[in-house]
């Protein structure tokens, strides 16, 4: 165990880390492109495209908000090296998911779709979380960050509401069967619960400091 | 954005039916056509014996019930469909039917009738008098197929049962069997599955008792040994793997209604012109398109010939 763990550290520290979480992010869309060409969507391809693409985005995106608890819980600082690169594979998930809709499932009527986010509150919710990930990975880079300073990390909490959306989408397009955005739910739960724990410990008095 | 539509219907008929089997089933229909005048009665017996032994099901072709639009290979019809019973997936039903034992099959047919009671399927259907009928099924998901399915119209079944005339509703009820449907071990929906339908929609031509599919008995996937399809409403409205049939004077509680009222009415006639709160249904994805490019039709395009029976209801509220 002990040994696994060191492996893993020596592994976030090198050289290839940074490019393996880039091959792991994009292996979903390379997945479903090789599916697409060789016809092996199934029956209903759209929904496949659709489906994959949405669960790609939500997956990234929470991982995105484990990486600081991996960091604090191990002590591996370098994680957090890759934490705005799964952001914006997140974001090229989720565009995708949003265009597939737009060409296939409107093809391209603008006010077709326009109704849809305004009457619809499955879609609006989604498009809130599209909404805020393109804003973030706009404000992604380095600098940008140092043009907001302060206001770059005040601005990026917004990924918490891009989540809690991005899973009421999932449930609120369910037809009935909402067990698996529950199981993400609960993993967004788990996170949010982390944080709290953390910012309370911050918070509290140090008996130590006092002299 | 201007995207150039191919509508499925501008492939002819003849020209892409994709299965082998069902081209040489026609071939061989058009054979036994040609020499009707003097030995049909044996052209048809001999090969029909030799196909219900790999599960074939002899059928005449009904050409009034024969939609002109691409057929779904039955690849496709078999290994995509709901059938909560076997799982909320798409592939659930084919991967998990194959468990289900379909015989002996019995009926209870109760309720307002003259002849209640336990019926063998083969005492409810006449299998001398199946037909096939090519009919289009739109899914409230906005996806649809184009089948051709084997049965008999359900108001043959229903006139050997002889409803009373106080009878105003059918009510279907699926088989409720955990161990052999694992869908039903999770309560996505109350089981068992039941669906209606008014009586006089029951007993319009077009409802349709379907034992059989391409020429074959009917996959346990798509419903065995018996389902209904009234091919103007959603896919849904048709009950599969039946062993009730109720005749009532109240319209009857449906799965899909309690589970979602305000989204699946009891009707659900399809229809382009009301939405389903969560996406439109003016357009159709015609599987395996791409594009949901497909118009929706009223009715499913069956209006002239169902239009009649909802004079006079509003079709919004009753949705």
């Known amino acids: 165990m002990r040994r696994l763990a060191d492996a893993a550290h020596r592994f976030v520290q090198s050289r290839v880390f940074y490019p393996a979480v880039f091959l792991g992010c994009l292996w979903p869309g390379a997945a479903l492109v090789r599916r697409t060409m060789h016809g092996d969507l199934g029956v209903n391809p759209v929904e496949t495209l659709l489906h994959e693409s949405g669960r790609a985005a939500l997956m990234l995106l929470l991982f995105t908000l484990t990486i600081t608890p991996i960091r604090r819980l191990t002590g591996w600082n370098r994680v957090q090296r890759v934490r705005r690169l799964v952001g914006v594979w997140s974001f090229v998930y989720a565009l995708s998911h949003f265009l597939i809709y737009v060409v296939f499932n409107h093809l391209g009527d603008v006010r077709a779709i326009w109704a849809d986010v305004t009457e619809r509150r499955f879609i609006f919710v989604g498009m809130l979380a599209l909404v805020i990930l393109a804003v973030l990975a706009a404000t992604s880079t380095n600098g940008m960050m140092r043009r907001l300073g302060r206001r770059w990390q005040r601005l990026h909490r917004l990924v918490y509401v891009a989540a809690t959306a991005g899973i009421v989408h999932f449930v609120w397009g369910q037809k009935a069967d909402i067990r698996e955005p529950l199981w993400w739910a609960a993993f967004l739960a788990i996170l949010f619960a982390v944080r709290l724990f953390y910012a309370w410990r911050q918070r509290r008095p140090r008996p130590s400091s006092a002299v | ?319």
């Open chain 2, 1 to 319: 954005m201007v995207i150039r539509i191919r509508q499925s219907c501008d492939i002819p008929f003849s020209a892409v039916t994709p299965e082998p089997v069902y081209r040489s089933r026609r071939e061989f229909m058009r054979l036994a056509a040609a020499t009707a005048g003097f030995s049909i009665g044996a052209a048809c017996r001999a090969p029909a014996a030799t196909a219900e032994a790999q599960g074939g099901l002899a059928a005449q072709r009904n050409p009034q019930f024969v939609v002109p639009d691409r057929v779904n290979s039955y690849e496709h019809i078999t290994t995509y469909n709901n059938f909560y019973e076997f799982g909320t997936e798409k592939s659930d039903p084919a991967r998990h039917a194959g468990r289900l034992r379909v015989a002996p099959w019995t009926v209870k047919v109760d309720g307002l009738v003259g002849k209640p009671g336990d019926y063998a399927l083969e005492d409810l259907i006449n299998f001398k008098a199946l037909e096939e009928r090519v009919y289009r099924l739109r899914c409230v998901e906005a996806w649809s197929m184009v089948i051709p399915w084997i049965g008999v119209p359900l108001a043959d079944v229903l006139k050997k049962v002889e409803p009373q005339p106080a009878a105003q509703f059918v009510e279907f009820t699926t088989l409720l069997r955990p161990s052999e449907m694992p869908g039903q071990r999770t309560n996505v929906l109350e089981w068992p599955y039941i669906e209606g339908l008014r009586l006089n929609e029951a007993m319009h031509p077009l409802t349709f008792a379907v034992v059989g599919l391409y020429g074959k008995v009917l996959p346990n996937q798509n419903g065995a040994p018996l389902r209904i399809h009234s091919p103007w409403k959603y896919g849904f409205k048709g009950a599969k793997s039946i062993v009730r049939i109720r005749l009532t004077r109240d319209q009857p509680r449906t799965a899909w209604n309690i589970s979602a009222p305000h989204e699946y009415g009891f009707y659900a006639n399809v229809n382009p012109n009301v939405p389903h709160p969560r996406w439109s249904q003016a357009r159709e994805r015609r599987l395996p398109d791409f594009f949901a490019s497909t118009p929706t039709q009223m009715f499913n395009g069956y209006a002239d010939q169902v239009a009649g029976l909802y004079t006079g209801l509003d079709l919004t509220r009753n949705y």
